[in-house]
């Protein structure tokens, strides 16, 4: 679906969120601790980071400037399932916490299976319970890690 | 060449040769798994080569080191998602392809392409090691700031909507670079505080993020269009007829790539997007790029195959790492007891030939399991994207926290994901971001020792310097050209018609 450009086209406010995030890095070059002039031989910490966000500026300037297309393509929405796969990357997180890195990736494999169309309880249970099985074999087993084991695994083994 | 024949004679040893062997296995295994590369499997089996002897322990991460940049290929291709830094060119192309149901072809293009560029770069270093070093050592910070920011003007041309917001993307990834503990003042920066970011942003999560998880959120949001899987018969091994169309690229990508490895700090990642962008610059099929094309996987996989090769030259020679991979190869010599520098040339030779015997055999081995297994390889695409990707997450996941344990990493991920999907909606292509971020240390180094090198007179200093001013003089003409043919259009544009 198209629709005539407007003056703040698509790339302009691409234009303008990239020129707030660079105005936000400038600002955070004041934010450097101080270094004391006779210490200080050539650049210091910030002056690298100033140019850079200045460059950044720049070329959103350009970026603004750039002709607008004669009609603008409307983005494609983001549907549900996105949103709920976004929503289960921070659940994700939420069980790690509690439950252990383990637990939380064979509930996130069964969920988000279950979420993008699979229905066999028993190959979203298999794959899931699979995978969980050769990294912690792989992972835990061969390479020596320590994965988080969450508020569950800690009360439970310390 | 005696030295050559007694390190290539290492390999009749079976316990070597199995090292060898082993190596390239797990290399191309963990490679092929996101976020798991060679630095990464590199890093976790250092400790386990410790109590092998220094030949047999090199020949291992060797094989291993060039088996994960060939498996960072296979997911590159077949779920877009670059197992190792280094493919993230290849998935451009590839991902594509494998879309199109050509994901036999790309695999298969991959692996000769890989072997062709591996075993071309280890020839060259056979011969040419000690002059290559020793040019790349006479490189002085102008110099490297002038490639850095040669490397980074080629992103205008990697991918995305346009130059500007490729440039963009650049920009960020120097900025990105600029977060930790400034190396020359210890003045942190950007760290809020967080102990995690005090040794800057990790390479890997915000690789995984940018690639693995934008993907899996992007292809989340338009399920419903997913389904069509992969069909056996449309698997296939490259024919005649598309290697010779890919031959100059891959003579490009060799070239490229070896070269550009064996200049320190620029690894098979620089070399990768270079090579991209100049086997398009120089196809006679340019309109096949973003769409699925050949020479987009060959050129690159040429190339990042050897920049592993050439980025063993300062590894070895200087005792300067060429990428995050040889780094460790670095750390793995020095628990070994062997100190890199140009003395190991003359000191130990043998050890040297044999660790460019291991990387010959390595290649070879993969070509044929690449070659071979490229059906089997093909099979991942067949995974129902319901459990195809979940599991893919949950591989980023221990990825992303693998390297230094720290869930810092894994939220880092999540934050790059969520940037990558933004990026991709709105039409800039994350690598001209991983790329800045590759570069932005070594430019900032070098811009700093420059300065340091041409106290007040640096404008007289950078004329001094000749290999500097040709870079810079080609960055200027690569980024300014267009503009100014476009200016020129414009003038001449009303003239034109008046005359008309």
Redesign the interface.
Known sequence: MSRPTPFLW?DRR?ALA?AA?ALA?LA??FS??A?PAA????????E??RL??F??LL??L??AL?PAPAEEEA?????R??W???AA?LA??AVMALAG?LVA?FA??VG???L???RRPG??LA??GG??LC?WLL?VRV??????GGLLGDMLFN | MEAFLSGMAVLADPFILGMTVAGTLLGVFVGALPGIGGSTTLALLLPLTIGINPIASLAFMGAVYCGANFGGSITAILVNSPGDPSASATALEGYKMAEKGEAGLALGMSAVASAIGGIFSVIVMIVAAPLLARAAYSFGPPEYFALALFGLSMCAAVGGDSPVKNLIAAAFGVALATVGIDLTTGVERFTFGLYDLTDGIGFVPVLIGLFALAEMFDQASRQHSLGKLLKLDSVRIPGMAEFRKCARSIVLGSGLGTFIGALPALGATTAALVSYNETRRWSKHKHEFGHGAIEGVAGPEAANNSAVGGAMVPTLALGIPGSSTTAIMLAALVVQGVRPGPHLFNEQPTLLYAVFASMLAANLIYLVLGLYSAKLFARISMVPPALLWPAVFVLSVIGAYGPNQSMGEVYLMLFFGVVGLLFRRHGFSPAPLVMGLVLGSLLEESLKQSLLIFQDGWVLGFLGRPIALLLIGVTLLGLGAPWVLRLVARLRGPAGRRVA
């Open positions: 698509r691409v990239v995030v890095f955070g070059t450097f601790d270094v210490l200080m031989e050539g650049m210091g910490a910030s690298f980071p850079v966000g460059v950044i070329l959103a350009v970026l750039q983005l494609p929405a983001i549907n399932c996105g709920a796969t976004f990357c994700f997180l890195m990736m996130f494999m988000v299976g279950w993008w169309g699979e190959v979203l794959s899931a995978m969980v990294l992972f390479f020596g890690l320590t994965l988080p």
